[in-house]
């Protein structure tokens, strides 16, 4: 008799931010978009809300397509009875436009909530694996036909840089405690990271690059603060022994500049889950350069993350109906 394996659990953020009563939504009907989900609608039943077709007494919204940011906004738009929102992703970068607007007219008692750290399990799992396969070597070993040298390091006692702190590094940060890593947090603040051996503030990412072993970027994606963080400087700051692993956005990486690191070996290699431009077109130059692993934006499969966003839903509906704080909570000044 086989036992079911062990499933992923949506990771609840020890902080959440009380919704004082004068600010809450107005519970009301709940509209799953742009089509039906009877997956989440069974969710919403069972936290005690109502899901029913888009109408003028809409007051939540649950938005199912992250390539759809335009029918959304319409939709938004044409409802202003609606309090309340949740995204599909983690990153909201795709509706920046929608939450810029909402951020200099702000509709009342609107909360927006997105999946960020619902997720952050199988996406930790996902960059550890990518981890472990550059410093194994695979991107090599891969397509090898002949025996070859023996190379490969381990992850034991390395420097992990991650960006971010968010609920996927601090998965990752447990993945990692029984490689004794030195890890390093750069986040906006310094406020520390209690599972991190060392937490900086974003304005000395410079300072650090050079004694990273691992660079891991799981930050959001943002126009002025995190675009392009990694571009020609920086790679030339990192040793040419130290790799590079993306898991958040594409953005947050000037390609070119990743390219041309690679192909002149300033850095020894990359693991990509996310590009730009995404997806990678065939014949990209990124494809063949040198140490470089590139799935496509699989460290969160539907499989994986559609029973995690159900239990995201119950919770937020359950805060919907004035029980409890929202997780996942969106700024639509900061953009996440």
């Not at 447990?174 to 004794?180: I, K, S, T, W």
């Not at 002149?264 to 990359?270: C, P």
């Not at 993350?305 to 839903?313: D, F």
């Amino acid at each position: 008799m086989t036992s079911r394996p062990a499933q992923h659990r949506a990771v609840l953020s020890a902080r959440t931010e009380v919704v004082p009563d004068h600010e809450r939504p107005t519970p009301g009907p709940i509209a799953i978009l742009p089509t039906p989900s009877p997956l989440f609608a069974r969710a919403i039943e069972s936290a005690g809300g109502t899901v029913a077709e888009l109408s003028p007494e809409t007051r939540g919204i649950v938005w199912l397509d992250q390539a759809g940011a335009e029918e959304f906004a319409r939709a938004f738009d044409a409802h202003p009875g609606v309090e309340w929102v949740q995204l599909p992703w983690a990153g909201v970068d795709a509706f920046a436009d929608v939450l810029a607007r909402e951020a200099a007219s702000p509709r009342p008692r609107l909360i927006w909530t997105s999946a960020k750290g619902a997720y952050a399990q199988p996406v930790a799992e996902h960059a550890l694996t990518l981890m472990l396969a550059l410093l194994r070597d695979l991107p090599t070993r891969v397509g090898a036909r002949s025996w070859g040298p023996k190379a490969g390091t381990s992850l034991y006692g390395l420097n992990v840089v991650i960006v971010g702190a968010g609920g996927i590094a601090l998965e990752l940060l447990r993945l990692l405690e029984p490689f004794g890593v030195r890890s390093t947090v750069v986040r906006r603040s310094s406020d520390p990271v209690a599972a991190a051996g060392r937490t900086v503030s974003s304005d000395l990412l410079h300072e650090v690059l050079p004694e990273a072993d691992v660079v891991v970027l799981a930050a959001a994606l943002t126009a002025e603060g995190t675009s392009r963080m990694l571009g020609a400087r920086e790679f030339e700051l990192m040793r040419d022994s130290a790799y590079v692993v993306n898991i958040a956005r594409g953005g947050l990486i000037e390609t070119d500049a990743l390219v041309e690191a690679l192909m002149a070996g300033r850095i020894a290699g990359a693991a990509l889950d996310v590009t730009d431009p995404e997806p990678l077109p065939d014949g990209h130059p990124l494809w063949s350069a040198p140490g470089a692993i590139i799935t496509p934006h699989t460290a969160d499969t539907p499989e994986m993350t559609s029973l995690l966003l159900a239990e995201r839903l119950r919770h937020n509906v359950r805060a919907f109906l004035s029980e409890g704080d929202f997780q996942g909570r969106v700024d639509p000044a900061s953009g996440y």
